[in-house]
Every structure is written in structure tokens, then in C-alpha cells.
């Protein structure tokens, strides 16, 4: 593949307690683990991170296909829950994206909705790997 646009941001400090920062400056966080997991809390963490990449990635994926299908999706929006759980040898993710297209007919939607999931780099990059549930709301 060639990319057609790369981004780059390093993280610093101590892992889910440090900091992470874009070369473009454009997005600066600091981290930390949360409260739930006996963390101090009060800092971003790397499953935000990953739902509002995913959120934003299926979001203008839904938005493409939609414009190709000549289907008017104005007032939509993509939620991302990012779980973070153990699995064998370590942690793991799982996703749901909870999908609102109002004012379109459901089995409209349902297509536009599969047909993103083909489209979208975060889907295709975790397809396979993490489960992906789509949920239509």
C-alpha cells in the first residue's frame, strides 16, 4: 500500500501515565490510567484515543458511501465504546460503534452501515482481530 497520509505522535513519560504528543503539534494529551482501573484518572487514555479515531474513521466512511448512494445522512453520528479486557497472555479491545442515521429507512441504513464497515481503515486494519459489533440506533 501507499499511504496517502501518515501520522506520527510519540509517546513519553511512563506509558498510560505519560504523554503524547502529534509532529504537527495539532494534537497534545496528556495520559492517564483510569480511576476504574485504579488509576488517578484526569488524563485522556489510549482506548479514548482509539474510540474517537474509530468514531471519526467509520463516521466519514458512512458519510462516503452514503454520498455515493445519493442518500442524504445530515444529521448522523458514530459513537465508539472501546473495551479493554484480558484475553490469553495479556489485554485485549473490543469495539462497538453505535450508528444514529436519522430520517433514513433502517434497511437503507443497514446497507450504508455494511458497505462503511468495507470502506473504513479502522475496520479493515481490525477485521479479524478484535471484535467489531455495529449497532444501529
Known sequence: MQALYEAKATATGSGRGGRVLSSDGALTADLAVPTSLGGPGGGTNPEQL????????????????????????????????????????????????????PEVERSTVDELVAAAHQVCPYSNATRGNIDVDLVVV
Open 50 to 101: 482509539f474510540a474517537a479515531g474509530y468514531a471519526a474513521c467509520f463516521h466519514s466512511a458512512l458519510q462516503l458511501v452514503a454520498r455515493k448512494a445519493k442518500v442524504r445522512v445530515q444529521d448522523s453520528q458514530v459513537s465508539a465504546v472501546v473495551g479493554l479486557g484480558a484475553v490469553e497472555g495479556g489485554y485485549g479491545l473490543s469495539v462497538t460503534l453505535e450508528i444514529s442515521v
